[in-house]
């Protein structure tokens, strides 16, 4: 059921979203333009592309933001998902925050699909819990724990603007600021959670940790070397992982290890563009990634499909 407290999108929003999703450029500048005038949480829609499912929406949180605004979040991965998955299939949504892509794959794997989505900050994963609600999805499970390579208990340190309940969810397995709020949360091997959700195979995981996927990718073993994850979305924090003396290249080659290729999702500002447009193909996204390519940036994005699969179907 639809929080109460939270009205429909006001006028001048809809008004908005519909002139900045024409724009030829500068829809983020617009965007941020838009979200300066302050206005109490409301219920957005995503477009009918997304499913048409609503969510909560706080202009405070620039994921949020993006989302109502320009209909889309991370374009890029938003068009490689939306190809990756059909009716019936499996997506494990691993930091799913407030549910941006727990709700684009509910759309499109349907009702006869499943749906895991693990999110460890606590203000996220209620976000996440009543989005779920609102739009009845009856094949999304929310688990709210860190992703980790075993049970335990994990320090996880707020980032961005959130530091109370809504703008810009997020906690991080990186070094404290001396300002920043620290949560103490639960950690549990993906593999145990997906046992535990009585899902054995994995069409699609996206990962997005910040600096936990060292942890992450070791917690799913037994899916690895089962061949049962077909796909990994897979965004890397170089600053974050070299806090714990991992690289994105350990990452990379650990994967590679367990019989999956390499695929760079392009992130240039050119790509950017052309997919927030949708005039980009979701196979000119992708690159092979070499063996050699040291030439990852400072925030790689990299899809990982299991030996003799196509990146894309």
């Not at 001048?12 to 949480?41: C, D, K, Q």
């Not at 709020?181 to 069409?203: K, P, T």
Request: glycine share 10%.
């Amino acid at each position: 059921m639809r929080d109460a407290a939270a009205s429909r999108a006001p006028w001048w929003v809809a008004a908005a979203s519909r002139v900045i999703r024409s724009l030829p450029a500068g829809r983020y500048r617009a965007m941020n333009l838009v979200a300066r005038r302050r206005h109490p949480p409301f219920w957005a829609q995503l477009p009918p592309e997304g499913g048409g499912l609503v969510f909560r929406c706080d202009l405070r949180d620039p994921l949020m933001r993006e989302a109502c605004l320009t209909g889309c979040y991370e374009p890029q991965e938003s068009m490689l998902v939306s190809r990756m998955l059909r009716p019936a299939m499996t997506f494990v949504d691993v930091g799913a925050n407030w549910g941006y892509f727990t709700l684009l794959g509910a759309h499109l794997v349907g009702g006869t699909g499943r749906i895991v989505s693990v999110e460890a900050d606590p203000r996220a994963c209620d976000a996440l819990r009543e989005n779920v609600a609102a739009n009845g999805l009856a094949q999304v499970s929310v688990v709210g724990v860190a992703a980790g390579d075993a049970g335990g208990m994990l320090e996880l340190h707020a980032y961005g603007s959130g530091g109370g309940s809504h703008g810009n969810f997020g906690v991080a397995l990186a070094p404290a600021r001396a300002d920043g709020r620290r949560f103490r949360i639960q950690s549990r091997a993906l593999d145990d959670v997906l046992d535990e959700a009585g899902v054995d195979h994995v069409d699609l995981l996206k990962m997005d940790i910040e600096g936990g996927e060292w942890r992450g990718v070791h917690g799913l073993e037994r899916r690895l070397r089962a061949g049962r994850l077909d796909r990994i979305i897979l965004e890397l924090h170089p600053e974050y992982l070299a806090a714990q003396h991992v690289s994105c290249a350990d990452v990379i080659a650990h994967l590679r290890h367990r019989g999956y290729d390499a695929w760079r999702i392009e992130h240039s500002p050119r790509a950017h563009r052309r997919a927030a447009a949708g005039s980009a193909r979701a196979d000119t996204l992708l690159a092979p990634l070499d063996r050699s390519d040291g030439r990852l940036g400072a925030w790689p994005h990299v899809l990982f499909v299991r030996s003799g699969l196509r990146p894309l179907d």
